[in-house]
């Protein structure tokens, strides 16, 4: 879940303002998203993504669900476990947290897949998202040694912020 959208920080970082408008303009949609990054970048996140961790040696069922995560998965239980974890790469790069990252609003597809594939409730849901805004803090708290000084993290934090609320990602209800 870590590097799932490393992808979209390696266009950002390889195509700056061009990749900002491009991102801007599908609004969250993924299937428009692959179809502009492709014919503007010759590539997509997802595979840059999987490139990576292909290249990283990391195991094939991951590399597989990383360049799988915006293909729609069977939406029923799945007894193959590479299926399951395709299933949990699609939720969660579908997503929308809401800028705050302190809340998720799924829309009912994402839902009809938590409910029924993954057999989540949403007391599980809630749980889970939770618990990854409490591990993201605690990643932050690991890294934050690395700031250099004089940085002015509240500031980056703040600019981070409304360039989120820049791009008017949609958030599904």
């Not at 959208?5 to 390889?14: A, F, P, R, S």
């Not at 692959?34 to 195991?59: H, M, N, S, Y």
């Not at 934050?144 to 509240?154: E, R, T, Y």
Request: hydrophobic share 45%.
């Amino acid at each position: 879940g870590m590097i799932q959208d490393i992808g979209t920080l390696i266009l950002g970082t390889h195509f700056g303002a061009l990749y900002g408008e491009a991102y801007t303009g599908v609004r969250g949609d993924n299937t428009r998203r692959k179809v502009v990054e492709r014919a503007e970048f010759g590539t997509d996140a997802v595979q840059i993504a999987a490139a990576l961790a292909l290249r990283w040696k990391f195991p094939q069922p991951l590399v597989q669900s990383l360049g799988r995560q915006w293909t729609e998965p069977p939406f029923m239980p799945a007894a193959d476990p590479d299926e399951r974890l395709w299933q949990i790469a699609y939720f969660c790069a579908s997503v929308p947290f809401a800028p705050d990252r302190q809340t998720a609003r799924i829309n009912e597809q994402l839902r009809n897949l938590a409910f029924s594939a993954l057999g989540l409730s949403w007391e599980s849901m809630s749980e889970v998202f939770t618990d990854t805004v409490e591990q993201f803090n605690i990643l932050r708290g690991v890294f934050s040694h690395l700031i250099p000084k004089g940085c002015q993290v509240a500031l980056i934090m703040e600019q981070a912020a409304e360039f989120i609320r820049s791009c008017d990602i949609q958030i599904n209800e």
